[in-house]
């Protein structure tokens, strides 16, 4: 695959692509959006079965909702390590332990965009506050409080959707 770059940055770049199809197709001008960091979410959950959410302002959508606690791998963090630091600085939150759902490609047609999800198990308060410029508010739900905001369309975060029904098909919610 021969490709072209349109635009880059350390967030996001844009590629024109020559694409050739099994069949032997070729497609001369398909678009990528590369992302050069993965990203990484945590569905929170107590001891209690309560599940921890943020309520995030997003302005590229102008935006607000609940949402899991998620962002970029920085660079020589695991996932792991990610997701940790991420419950800390959005929830002000601890984990017992981490439990790694899997990872999934939420637009394999058009970008490399790569997220891994993972379940806390034991959180806990830490003491430190969450940062408010990504946070409006931090919230416990009941499992069916979220399963509610599920069938309302109240969490309009993909990255969200995708962990919380993951972590409810295999029965961690």
Not at 122 to 127: E, F, L, W
Request: overall charge negative.
């Amino acid at each position: 695959m021969e490709r072209k770059v349109i635009y880059e940055s350390p967030w996001i770049n844009l590629h024109l692509a020559k694409v050739r199809l099994p069949d032997g197709t070729v497609i001369p001008d398909h678009h990528i959006v590369d992302y050069p960091r993965k990203a990484a979410g945590v569905v929170p959950i107590g001891d209690d079965g309560r599940i921890l959410l943020i309520d995030h302002y997003r302005f590229i959508t102008d935006s607000r909702g609940w949402e899991i606690p998620a962002g970029a791998i920085e660079e020589g963090e695991s996932t792991k390590e990610s997701v940790l630091r991420e419950l800390r600085e959005e929830t002000g939150h601890v984990a017992r332990s981490l439990i790694k759902l899997g990872r999934y490609h939420p637009s394999c047609g058009s970008s490399n965009q790569a997220h891994h999800i993972f379940v806390a198990r034991g959180v806990t308060p830490s003491g430190a506050a969450p940062c408010t410029n990504e946070v409006q508010d931090v919230r416990w739900f009941q499992a069916e409080e979220v399963e509610e905001l599920i069938r309302e369309n109240l969490i309009l975060c993909g990255l969200s959707l995708t962990g919380l029904l993951w972590a409810k098909a295999l029965g961690f919610i």
